[in-house]
């Protein structure tokens, strides 16, 4: 099975891994993992006085400040992980490669906000499940 975990390094972040490590006779090690971290966008007023390369070392240092603890924990466990990172909004990106690589099942961590709580913050899990046909395990 080929499962995506998008990730953000957040105690929820933790959590979702904990729980798969927990449950390994349903989600361990035998199958295929993809670790996807989403770095939000720059403002288009800060990217215009940027050199491009400036930028992608800002993108890239804030997705290995996400991924370098995680590959310890799955290289730990034994896991199959490819780990990528992207660039813009969390759910539609999560949403997008789900359905452009072979995803059997996406697990991600939720803050498990109330229903007035994820509509006036946003919610990533939301946006993902209100986007992919997918099946999503939600871990709180």
Not at 82 to 100: C, D, N, P, T, W
Request: charged share 20%.
């Amino acid at each position: 099975m080929n499962i995506l975990m998008p990730v953000d390094g957040s105690e929820y972040t933790k959590r979702m891994l904990s729980y798969i490590a927990a449950h390994d006779e349903l989600l361990g090690a035998q199958h295929e993992f993809t670790i996807l971290t989403v770095v939000p966008l720059l403002p288009a007023g800060v990217t215009g006085f940027l050199e491009r390369a400036m930028a992608d070392a800002y993108y890239e240092e804030c997705a290995q400040e996400v991924l370098r603890p995680i590959k310890a924990f799955t290289d730990q466990k034994g896991w199959k992980v490819q780990l990528i990172s992207r660039k813009g909004h969390a759910a539609e990106v999560v949403a997008e490669f789900a359905e452009k690589h072979p995803t059997d099942l996406i697990v991600m961590g939720t803050h498990g906000r109330s229903v007035i709580g994820s509509v006036v913050l946003g919610s990533v899990a939301t946006g993902v499940l209100a986007r992919t046909k997918v099946p999503v395990l939600l871990v709180r």
